[in-house]
């Protein structure tokens, strides 16, 4: 979604949905900072942008500043930026990049560095998701579609107790169907999508592997095992560290633990489990009935 010439958006659901509601067609009507003219059923053109030093928040349809998302003075966007390589390696748990970057689908930025592994990575979770809401997740074996957003797969989800801005630096919470955004990666079917997998990552980005292949494992050895690299505050987890959320709706493990989801089914429930790098702990194991809980993800970039 972007705030444009030619973009069109859904009415939320909440607050922004009663001042959208009952529109008649082609009537403009201002939703804090910004003016949508309506143009079809429960879709609105945006006809202005934010203004300097702000971005849209797509849950509220409004414009806050650029320091909520988690980072200031994008160098460029998630899409287009090519530098990782040209980026030397560091050692041990240092980083040789500290940047920031756009995402264009909806404006929200991201902190990127380059660690030991020699790969670029987010190191605040992803929180994409136009349609993303504050339930529970549904223990359904079916493909679901359009509740993350217009076209996408799967669902997800946000916490309700935190504040906007907290909202964004913990992340949205993915079942591995959104994760993965397949119609075949739904709970409750044996299905292993080919990896690498951008899935609801931004293009040029791709969810993380797990299992013997994990792409978590293979940077917790690179940078010499180091338990302080991945606990919250360290160069990996600078932000707030996350949750996940079961099918009840109860947030747990937030700030103590996190399950960061990878796009890898587990090895023996395949029908319903996936693999997670489990931090701080730093194994990789695979949660039963992990197909339809709610994770954090980070997103590393293609190489």
């Known amino acids: 979604m972007k705030i444009g010439a030619h973009s069109v958006i859904h009415a939320a659901k909440g607050n922004t949905s009663m001042k959208l509601k009952d529109v008649a067609l082609g009537k403009v009507v201002q939703v804090g900072e910004l003016k949508f003219v309506k143009v079809g059923d429960n879709q609105y053109l ?43 390696t560091p050692t041990g748990t240092n980083y040789s990049l500290d940047i920031c970057l756009m995402d264009e689908r909806d404006g929200k930025t991201y902190q990127v560095r380059k660690f030991a592994d020699g790969h670029c990575w987010m190191v605040t979770n992803l929180a994409y998701g136009p349609g993303c809401q504050k339930t529970s997740f549904n223990k359904s074996n079916v493909s679901q579609v359009d509740v993350v957003g217009p076209g996408l797969y799967g669902e997800c989800r946000w916490d309700e107790t935190k504040s906007l801005s907290l909202t964004y630096k913990y992340g949205y919470m993915y079942n591995w169907q959104a994760l993965i955004q397949d119609p075949q990666a739904y709970y409750g079917n044996n299905y292993q999508p080919s990896e690498p997998v951008q899935g609801i990552c931004p293009h040029g980005w791709h969810v993380p592997r ?26 990996f987890l600078i932000a707030l560290a996350g949750q996940i959320r079961d099918t009840n709706g109860n947030i747990i493990s937030q700030d103590a633990n996190v399950q960061l989801f990878t796009s890898t089914q587990g090895s023996g429930n395949k029908t319903n489990a996936a693999y997670y790098w489990w931090l701080p702990q730093r194994n990789y194991e695979y949660l039963d009935d992990g197909k339809y809980f709610g994770g954090a993800l980070r997103c590393i970039q293609d190489y």
């Open 46 to 88: 945006a006809t202005n942008t934010c203004p300097p030093g702000k971005m849209l928040a797509p849950l509220a349809h409004d414009c806050v500043t650029i320091q909520e998302y988690g980072c200031s003075q994008p160098i460029g966007t998630m899409q287009t930026w090519n530098g990782c390589t040209s980026a030397s």
């Open 210 to 235: 797990g299992n013997t292949n994990s792409e978590y494992k293979a940077l917790y050895e690179a940078i010499g095992q180091q338990i302080s690299f991945f606990s919250t505050g360290g160069n």
